[in-house]
């Protein structure tokens, strides 16, 4: 016998009732129907409301100016972008959470850099740095100078102190940073509770890219903030590109990089598995060797040495970021790097658009072939939005991305993984009856989700789609 919704419909026993849903890797929008326009700088998945009853969100901070309100960041709720308050006024480019006393009683706030001045719904001048905390925006110990070419490009938060201090938590700003509160400072900076300093001498032009990288954990070598950008001295030292703070000073590492030699991604990251070697420091940008090496524009630094990966790849503008993701979660397909940035390619005729990973032993592109539009790919971000649900978590790229993707309208976000199975409506990774249930009240609700077969009108017909969407299974 079937089980009898109020609704009149009877569900049968279906095909797959029961079973855990498969999954081969593809792409897809995590917010669709809903877009973003213009740009996405930065993603991070921060809880806004603290204590309070809402689960993390995730959070976008770019140049949306098509979006009402609050252009610089908006977070999705499940169904909608949404603002972060007032939202910002302008361009947010890093995004970083921070808890500037450790174990005390302050909660993590998130802070966001960029070119704003303000939040949208104007007041309290907060330029280039805002912090969000219980609920509304706030300037940051004085800020960076309202004018001239001042912004921030990067952040990171170092729970553990910067190398070389006992002060306690700082987070680290970098950019185009002259002076940060009263103190004067060369791009760099670091904020331990309500106090600004430099660090040694800074660097000589802006920072796009932060990250600490501790390439033996208990071994002899120090934990070192490493820093990247447009730079060429570090404290007056010779530094194209890249420099390393160990507690005492700024230095290039090793031999350093060539060609153009500006660094706009840095990431600690294992890349071979427990067994293996360890972290390595990925760096990408626009550059040709690295220590000597031949290394276009990625390479990885392991605390002694470059290394290339393969000829690496070319880019029309840098290599902005990396992760390291499993694209099938249990299945066959191993963890493997992944790269975003500006027009990638190999070289020889083959486009990787805005995407590419490493196989181990060569650069591919990930289907389906991008020939055309806009590849402009700032972010990677490993999303796990059900949480404790079944579904495995997804890689999730941001910047501009070409609506060429089958099925796109996305202008700014698109995810690659185990795409959402929409009947297992629960996201417990099976599909059973409970999914009926799930969907009933989501019905009843007048949950987006519910509008199955998406004719704006949820009707007898979306539990007709629903069923037959059931028994087709997941992909």
């Not at 252009?71 to 890093?94: E, F, R, T």
């Not at 470059?306 to 880019?315: D, Q």
Request: include cysteine; aromatic fraction near 10%; hydrophobic fraction near 40%.
């Amino acid at each position: 016998m079937g089980r009898k919704l109020s609704t009149g419909l009877v569900i049968l026993a279906l095909p797959g009732a029961g079973l855990a849903q498969s999954c081969t890797p593809g792409w897809f929008n995590p917010t669709a129907p809903n877009v973003l326009s213009d740009v996405i700088f930065d993603l991070i998945e921060y809880d806004l409301d603290g204590p309070g009853p809402q689960p993390p969100r995730l959070v976008a901070g770019g140049a949306f100016p098509l979006q009402p309100a609050g252009p610089g960041i908006k977070y999705w709720n499940g169904s909608i972008w949404q603002n972060v308050g007032a939202g910002l006024d302008g361009a947010v480019y890093a995004l970083v959470s921070h808890d500037d006393d450790g174990p005390g009683p302050n909660p993590a706030a998130l802070y966001a850099g960029g070119s704003f001045v303000t939040s949208s719904g104007g007041g309290v001048p907060m330029p280039r740095l805002s912090r969000w905390q219980d609920g509304q925006w706030s300037l940051v110990q004085g800020g960076l100078p309202n004018g001239g070419p001042a912004n921030v490009q990067a952040l990171i938060s170092l729970p553990d102190d910067l190398p070389g201090s006992s002060a306690g938590p700082a987070l680290v700003v970098g950019g185009f940073i002259t002076m940060v509160g009263t103190v004067p400072v060369s791009h760099i900076a670091a904020l331990h509770g309500s106090t600004w300093s430099g660090i040694g001498g800074g660097l000589n032009q802006q920072v796009n890219a932060l990250a600490e990288y501790d390439p033996d954990g208990p071994g002899p070598l120090p934990r070192c903030l490493y820093a990247g950008g447009r730079f060429s001295m570090a404290a007056g030292t010779p530094a194209a590109g890249i420099a390393r703070w160990d507690g005492a000073a700024w230095s290039p590492l090793g031999a350093g990089l060539t060609g153009s030699a500006y660094v706009t991604g840095l990431r600690s990251l294992d890349l071979d598995g427990p067994a293996g070697a360890g972290d390595v420091l990925m760096v990408g940008g626009q550059f040709q060797n690295a220590g000597g090496i031949a290394a276009r524009n990625v390479a990885a630094w392991n605390g002694q040495a470059w290394s290339a990966l393969g000829n690496g790849v070319n880019v029309d503008g840098g290599v902005n970021d990396f992760a390291m993701f499993d694209a099938d979660g249990a299945g066959p397909i191993p963890s493997q790097l992944y790269i975003t940035g500006y027009y990638l390619n190999n070289g020889a005729g083959q486009f990787y658009g805005f995407r590419a990973r490493w196989t181990g032993a060569a650069w591919e592109g990930i289907s389906p072939p991008v020939t055309s539009g806009v590849n402009q790919g700032e972010t990677l971000e490993v999303v796990d939005a059900d949480g404790p649900g079944g579904r495995p978590a997804a890689l999730y790229f941001g910047g501009r991305i070409p609506d060429t993707l089958p099925g796109f309208t996305v202008k700014t976000l698109a995810a690659y993984g185990c795409p959402p199975c929409y009947p297992d409506c629960n996201n417990d990774g099976l599909r059973n009856l409970a999914d009926f249930g799930c969907f009933q009240t989501k019905f009843a609700l007048g949950d987006p989700y519910a509008d199955c077969n998406s004719d704006g009108i949820r009707n007898l017909a979306d539990f007709g789609c629903f069923t037959t969407k059931f028994a087709l299974g997941c992909p």
